[in-house]
């Protein structure tokens, strides 16, 4: 394709009648000049020619009634117009060339999934959470790997003010890759692959434990995961319908609710001296075994669907708050800690629960 190229004035059809008129007349004479028996293929040429001059009206007289893009528009939308008129089921992926660093690449579909900043001082460190939107090879997954880790290395977010300011005007100095197929594989951290890499010149005593790695991509460890698939259909088959999930989540987090409420009740009967720490152990340790097996049934409830994941996180952790409440005041772990250290827990368990209680509260509201 040209830039510039034009069929719907009749200034521009004339031009292409006259490029042709004339390629034919100099392409003729040209030929007479030769032997004929030498240069049959020319003749052939020639009357091709010959048939376009004949039919070039007709032929820019049919484009002209359709309204075809231009090549910036084609190259716009990634010639995909073409594509569809070709009747193509999958528009072809390009190749894109990173001259910088060197790296052919196909125009993947994929996410970066999370982004998060794991540095300390003497290193600047990144985790990134990449979801592949469609099925590629091992080859091509490397492949990515090597440019999004390059990517990665080159980004400015830091996760509090500190670090900015020490690593601000620098490369990350390692980078861990997950690799997920998709949000579902994310949730229950089932991971196509993971992959690591280590600055040369980070110090020794700064780098990271190596991966259990079983490929490379140039200074990338790559540790595949060989029970992928199996793991993902086990995990599948564990998948709950929405309406299981929030049936078992809010019926145990309900009742761990009211154990919670009791539970501090009861620490401030304590904190005001109405009772002694021993009859606060008896009470709590009497009421231990039901929260217990609430918090263990919770273990029991199916995968939650991706919609419902953030409140059945924050049930979770409500439901270990409160069995963490009881379990420092049974009286099996008496002798572990002190009279002080165990208020002091239960004090700091009482605000977290507090606080989540009123996000869960506000949480299932949004539910739908």
């Known amino acids: 394709m040209l ?169 990350a100095d390692v980078v861990w890759l997950y ?29 990271p434990l190596p991966l259990k790695s079983n490929d490379n991509v140039d200074d990338i460890e790559i540790e595949w995961n060989d029970s992928y698939g199996s793991y993902r259909e086990l995990y599948k088959k564990f998948e709950g319908s929405k309406e299981s999930v929030l049936l078992s989540v809010d019926s145990i987090t309900s009742k761990l609710i009211e154990h919670g409420n009791l539970a501090i009740e009861i620490f401030g009967n304590y904190k005001n001296k109405s009772i002694t720490e021993d009859e606060l152990i008896k009470i709590i340790t009497e009421k231990y075994e039901e929260v217990d097996n609430l918090y263990n049934s919770a273990s029991e409830i199916e995968l939650s669907p991706n919609d419902i994941k953030s409140y059945v996180d924050d049930c979770y952790n409500l439901i270990s708050i409160v069995h963490e409440m009881y379990r420092n005041y049974i009286s099996v772990n008496k002798g572990l800690s002190t009279a002080q250290n165990r208020a002091w827990l239960f004090e700091k368990a009482i605000k977290d629960f507090t606080k989540l209680k009123f996000v869960i509260e506000h949480e299932r509201e949004k539910i739908r």
């Not at 990517?151 to 500190?162: A, D, F, Q, V, W």
Request: glycine share 0%; with cysteine; hydrophobic share 35%.
């Open 3 to 171: 830039k510039n190229v034009g069929i719907y004035s009749i200034d521009d059809r004339l031009k292409y009648a006259k490029f042709w008129n004339s390629k034919f007349k100099k392409l003729d004479e040209e030929i007479r000049k030769l032997n004929i028996e030498d240069n049959v293929s020319l003749i052939e040429e020639l009357r091709k020619v010959k048939i376009i001059c004949s039919a070039i009206d007709d032929i820019l007289s049919v484009l002209n009634r359709h309204n075809y893009y231009k090549l910036e528009e084609h190259i716009k939308n990634d010639f995909n117009d073409i594509f569809k008129a070709m009747n193509f089921n999958e528009i072809p992926s390009l190749k894109i060339k990173d001259i910088k660093n060197n790296i052919s690449l196909e125009n993947y579909d994929y996410i970066l999934h999370e982004l998060n900043d794991v540095s300390h001082s003497n290193a600047k460190r990144y985790t990134a959470v990449i979801t592949l939107n469609k099925y590629y090879e091992k080859d091509s997954i490397k492949s990515l790997i090597k440019f999004v880790t390059q990517e990665i290395r080159r980004r400015k977010y830091y996760r509090n003010k500190k670090l900015e300011n020490i690593h601000i005007d620098r490369d």
């Open 179 to 207: 690799i997920a197929n998709d949000t579902f594989d994310v949730k229950v951290t089932n991971w196509i692959c993971k992959s690591m890499w280590v600055s040369a010149d980070l110090l020794k005593e700064y780098r």
